[in-house]
């Protein structure tokens, strides 16, 4: 239903508009008081790149930043990863991530991050807090933030932001009306756009999600998803649609799609309760931090991955370069 709403197909937007006026006035008088120096905001001692998006949902935010800190490492950068933490609770804040962290504390795509990069990764609402603990127990060149766009006590050197491709902007009204956190005007005033799918419109860097092997979250085997029998596909991402039409266009053999909200947290008895003898299940990399710790033997996981087409991208990892030096 809010897919229908935020697309504009269900007419239901037009009863939520005084609350996205609403949304709308108080975002933009907090921007503000930042621009006019209102409120103090604080600039960290490295480079700092904020990796975000104007609309609520899942983008592909998060492999654009694994893309960038891998990227970044294997040209000698030492990079720090920042995150709120959406979906997990902490005993106390920021939290530094360690191998033994989990997704119920820090959040499932922190975790991922970590996992993936072995870059260190500081979690807490306040990503000032998170940064300044970044740089007391790590040695970093360069800091991104995982989402944070909206976030603005933290100063920053380059904005990218993250669209995807099919969706676009959808009716183009704040939340809860639309899916906007910002109006699309605010692309004119960040750095780089990264366009997910879909048709890159001109001045933005297109971008693919590219599936690798499917993973056994026990094993780690690895194999094709087409090999993989009758599969039931759970996501827990903002977009579950695009995970569902990936594993299609992998040829994989799915006789059912669970869709979950964002972030949810995940049982072994509910996720048990997804499969019928004799089926397996497939996953996002991201629920599959949430699930390991459980995972049946027939569990397993598709991991994607950025992938740049053109040369745009190795622009702005030289300007990131550039930063950091």
Request: charge should be positive; include cysteine; glycine fraction near 10%.
């Amino acid at each position: 239903m809010i897919a229908r709403i935020w697309s504009g197909e269900s007419p239901l937007w037009l009863l939520l508009l005084p609350l996205s006026w609403l949304y709308g006035l108080v975002s933009g008088l907090i921007r503000l008081s930042w621009r006019l120096g209102l409120k103090k905001a604080w600039r960290a001692p490295v480079p700092v790149v904020v990796v975000g998006n104007l609309t609520a949902g899942g983008n592909g935010k998060t492999p654009v930043v694994i893309w960038l800190v891998e990227q970044l490492q294997q040209r000698g950068v030492r990079v720090g990863v920042v995150s709120r933490g959406y979906g997990g609770k902490a005993a106390r804040y920021p939290l530094l991530l360690t191998p033994q962290t989990t997704s119920a504390e820090a959040g499932d795509e922190p975790v991922l991050i970590y996992q993936r990069t072995g870059a260190p990764v500081a979690v807490s609402p306040a990503r000032v807090e998170a940064v300044q603990a970044l740089l007391a127990n790590h040695t970093v060149e360069m800091v991104i933030t995982d989402d944070g766009l909206q976030h603005y006590q933290l100063q920053r050197d380059k904005e990218i932001v993250v669209i995807d491709g099919e969706r676009r902007f959808g009716n183009g009204w704040w939340l809860p009306a639309g899916p906007m956190r910002e109006r699309a005007s605010r692309l004119k005033t960040v750095d780089a756009i990264i366009t997910n799918g879909g048709v890159a419109q001109p001045g933005e860097i297109p971008m693919r999600l590219q599936p690798g092997l499917a993973v056994n979250l026990r094993t780690g085997e690895q194999r094709s998803v087409s090999e993989l029998p009758r599969l039931v596909a759970m996501a827990g991402i903002g977009h579950p649609p695009r995970f569902f039409a990936t594993l299609q266009a992998c040829g994989a053999p799915v006789e059912k799609t669970v869709a979950l909200a964002d972030h949810q947290a995940l049982t072994e008895q509910d996720v048990s309760a997804l499969l019928a003898p004799g089926q397996s299940l497939i996953m996002t990399e991201k629920d599959a931090v949430k699930c390991r710790a459980f995972a049946g033997a027939n569990w397993w996981y598709l991991p994607v991955d950025a992938h740049f087409p053109d040369a745009q991208a190795q622009e702005l990892l030289q300007q990131l370069l550039t930063l950091a030096r």
